[in-house]
């Protein structure tokens, strides 16, 4: 139990163009989901909270406007970066917590997305 | 600010030697810590917290708030324990959140 998918795997996108990166909770109801961004032989640095009807929560630095995050139902949330340059080039990971075990985040796979 | 460091990238041990990875953290408040591990091609996953005091695939993890660590160990390293190790810190608010450290890649070599 307690899975979650991301969807693409991976995607490659032209400067300029948006791209739209779904996470699912496919077996739990996921109030809270977090987006993480992951660059080379890093730490995960997470880039917002998203509460399941409300406007995302992001950390300090993290422009919203150009990473736009939708939490529309208790298990899907979406990472849409628009208008991508290069250094958005990143593998990006979800996570959502459950309702029973709220202490534990479950990770989906990750995103690698590449602009050109 | 809340920071978790993990001073080794990389620790390769002898099938059977003692395994320990080294975190430390910084919180100003009563933290919660985590071992999240990632195996080769595999999602990150739950390896133990500190609250539970549980043995997970032989290796342990105790808080030592007087030198602000958590390190986790294993007696004996198996092949299988190959894997990325991050040390995480939870935010104890209503946010749930997690600061990782950078994570050390243990190899476990024969």
């Known amino acids: 139990g307690a899975v979650v998918s991301q969807h693409p795997s991976w995607v490659i996108c032209k400067s300029g163009t948006s791209v739209k990166i779904e996470c699912r909770s496919l077996?739990?109801?996921?109030?809270?989901m977090f987006w993480y961004r992951q660059f080379p032989k890093q730490s995960l640095m997470l880039m917002a909270t998203?509460?399941?009807?409300?406007?995302?929560?992001?950390e300090q630095g993290v422009e919203k406007d150009k990473f736009l995050i939708n939490h529309a139902s208790l298990t899907l949330s979406t990472l849409t970066v628009t208008s991508a340059h290069p250094e958005d080039s990143s593998f990006y990971i979800c996570?959502?917590?459950?309702?029973?075990?709220?202490?534990?985040?479950?990770f989906g796979p990750g995103t690698r997305l590449t602009v050109t | 600010a809340q920071r978790v460091t993990q001073p080794e990238k990389l620790l390769s041990v002898f099938k059977g030697a003692p395994v320990e990875l080294k975190c430390n953290y910084s919180y100003s408040g009563s933290p919660e810590l985590f071992w999240y591990v990632q195996y080769s091609r595999q999602r990150l996953q739950l390896l133990l917290r500190?609250?539970s005091r549980e043995s997970i695939k032989g290796f342990t993890a105790d808080l030592n708030k007087g030198e602000t660590s958590f390190h986790l160990k294993k007696p004996f390293a198996q092949e299988e324990d190959s894997a990325m190790y991050y040390c995480a810190l939870k935010d104890t608010g209503t946010a749930s959140k997690l600061t990782f450290g950078t994570g050390t890649r243990l190899q476990v070599t024969l």
């Open positions: 500190h609250i």
């Open positions: 077996d739990f109801q996921a109030t809270t």
């Open positions: 998203s509460n399941e009807g409300s406007k995302a929560t992001y």
């Open positions: 996570s959502a917590l459950t309702l029973t075990r709220a202490y534990e985040q479950y």
